[in-house]
């Protein structure tokens, strides 16, 4: 009898936890706890399986479905019955998390941009649904205040500065930079700082000031750090240093248009890793890195009536290059077009648009007088009677408005606009007024209506002023979201911009880690051949150099490149790391030439005995 009522309140218990565990399997909670461990085996399974996901054969046999299956579900058991995990705000978070978790692993593996599109997509899709309320967000992060948001966003630019300047600077040491453009600036530097001028051999292949280029004495802001540590592994590190240094004016902009910290915070790490800022810091060194912080300040100084500062950046901003005045004349149109713009504001801004138009003409002048010319060359595609210059740009741009869009709209340009776009899920298109489409010429002019394909392409210099001119463009029109009370869209669109971002940046820029795996593999023998070769070579010779050799040689007051140069050197350095078409040993193994030092597939250099000064 006993044992009768024991199996049935045994059976009792069983039926107890079956009704329990289908009520719990039919929650709304224990649904997404289920979705959730789904996300969280996804992730984890790429992490640690070593093969591509997309090899489908050999990954599938490698993830163990059954293992996985487990694991999934005791991890749903622990979110959906722990008390903890039955908040609102946790499960939300770890949702979100999770699924953040699993485009960012997916993106490190596969960085095409369609299927970075299609992650971006499922990652706001999750945002969405999961709901994640700043009202019931935890406390800590609720009460964060400026102190946590300011550090955060130090130790945040201080990982992307390290990360970018040591990348840059392994392909330094690994004779991996080339001439165009880095060995031109590390030459130009040790010229400014023996000199005082901005002279170069190696960039139209004789000496020449790089003004007569592009005139861009903001350089000299650079100049005296140079002078405490005069080598080019400084110049690589401080790019992204200037870069992101825009990210202190972007925040007080933040504040000034309301945005609580954290949704400051989370506009600073949109700014810190956007895809094309990393990118273009990667390309070495260009006047153009000076664009984005000068840009943000001018904008911040404008904002809060500082007219002397205001004309001060202004003028920085002029000094970048000619054709920052570009931007300097939209943001001034922009402001003197603006609801909120008193009196003062309007004349300022009036005051700087008429200067950088007088200044842009004048200097545009001087370079086609004395220079090298401006480089309107990179609008041929709107030239029409033969000529290159702007004005002719221009009237093409008035004279067939169609054919600027069909030159705007081709498919490697719908993919440079989902490179900028998307890490800022599309803010600065979420226009407020009609005087925010000020703000969009500098992407359309400077990026989009050219030909010339680097001015469209986020890994080099070219989109550092345009991209600044969208960021502060999703700010003002993220500000202007519906304010009552809690806005789901507000912080949901953020959210989604921060997550977009930061997958677009694992994916397009986080192979660059690459760099010091192939630094730690290759030979510390050959890189030590090529070190001790190139110390041969006297201070003063005048030398001839392969490209990627070339930086390496920078320090010095004649320098050439070998596949172009013209001029007869001193010393010829030729790099047998590769084949090359335009030199080969075989040309200076004659009696003209002598051989100081030669390894195969690794260097070779040779003494020019004719060579006469």
């Known amino acids: 009898m006993a044992e009768h009522e024991d199996g049935l309140l045994e059976n009792k218990e069983k039926h107890r936890l079956l009704r329990g565990f289908l009520r719990l399997e039919f929650s709304p909670h224990s649904i997404q706890a289920l979705f959730t461990s789904w996300l969280i085996c996804a992730a984890v399974s790429i992490l640690v399986i070593d093969r591509p996901f997309n090899e489908i054969v050999s990954y599938m046999k490698a993830i163990g479905f059954l293992p996985m299956l487990i694991s999934a579900a005791v991890i749903w058991q622990m979110l959906a019955l722990i008390p903890v995990f039955k908040k609102r705000s946790v499960i939300n978070c770890i949702t979100v998390s999770s699924a953040i978790l699993l485009a960012v692993t997916a993106a490190s593996e596969y960085n095409e941009i369609m299927f970075l599109t299609g992650l971006c997509a499922a990652v706001a899709l999750t945002i969405k649904f999961a709901d994640i309320p700043f009202y019931d967000m935890p406390d800590f992060i609720k009460k964060a205040g400026a102190k946590v948001k300011w550090s955060v966003a130090a130790l945040l630019m201080l990982v992307i500065i390290l990360f970018i300047g040591i990348v840059c600077c392994m392909k330094y040491f690994d004779h991996w930079t080339s001439c165009y453009d880095f060995g031109i600036f590390s030459q130009m530097f040790h010229y400014m700082k023996e000199t005082g001028l901005p002279l170069t051999t190696c960039e139209r292949d004789g000496l020449l000031s790089h003004f007569a280029v592009h005139v861009s004495p903001i350089y000299y802001l650079l100049l005296p750090i140079y002078c405490i540590f005069p080598s080019p592994a400084t110049l690589l590190v ?335 350095v030729l790099d047998l790391r590769y084949e090359s078409d335009e030199f080969s040993p075989d040309d200076y193994k004659n009696d003209g030439y002598e051989e100081i030092y030669y390894e195969e597939n690794c260097v070779a250099i040779y003494r020019n005995k004719n060579y006469s000064e």
């Open 238 to 572: 401080l790019q992204p240093m200037v870069v992101i240094s825009g990210v202190i004016p972007l925040l007080l902009i933040c504040k000034r248009h309301s945005l609580s910290q954290l949704e400051s915070l989370l506009f600073a790490v949109c700014y810190i890793v956007f895809p094309s800022f990393t990118g273009g810091c990667f390309y070495y060194l260009h006047e153009n890195c000076f664009l984005a912080p000068l840009i943000m300040w001018l904008i911040y100084f404008l904002e809060t009536d500082r007219t002397v500062l205001s004309c001060i950046f202004a003028l920085l901003l002029l000094c970048v290059k000619e054709d920052a005045a570009v931007y300097a004349c939209v943001i001034a149109l922009y402001f003197i077009f603006s609801d909120k713009a008193g009196k003062k504001r309007r004349l300022t801004s009036a005051g700087i648009f008429v200067f950088s138009l007088i200044y842009f003409v004048v200097i545009t002048g001087v370079l086609a007088k004395y220079g090298d010319g401006v480089m309107s060359w990179r609008y041929k595609n709107y030239s029409y009677g033969g000529s290159d210059s702007l004005i002719e740009v221009f009237k093409t741009a008035a004279g067939d408005p169609v054919y600027v869009i069909q030159q705007c709209f081709t498919e490697e340009k719908l993919t440079f606009m989902l490179q900028m776009l998307l890490p800022l899920a599309f803010l600065p298109f979420m226009l407020h007024s009609p005087k925010e489409l000020i703000m969009l010429i500098p992407f359309v002019l400077i990026n989009l209506m050219t030909n010339y394909g680097y001015q469209y392409n986020i890994d080099y210099q070219y989109t550092f002023g345009s991209g600044a001119a969208l960021i502060y463009l999703a700010v003002v029109n993220y500000s202007h979201f519906d304010r009552g009370g809690i806005s789901k869209k507000r912080y949901k669109v953020l959210l989604t911009a921060t997550a977009c971002c930061t997958v677009l940046f694992v994916g397009l820029q986080g192979g660059r880690l690459d760099t010091v795996q192939v630094y730690i593999n290759n030979n510390e023998e050959t890189r030590s051949k090529t070190n001790y070769a190139l110390s041969l070579i006297p201070e003063d010779a005048s030398v001839a150099s392969s490209t990627f050799l070339l930086p390496n040689l920078s320090q010095r007051d004649e320098l050439y490149q070998l596949e172009t140069t013209k001029h007869e050197a001193e010393y010829y």
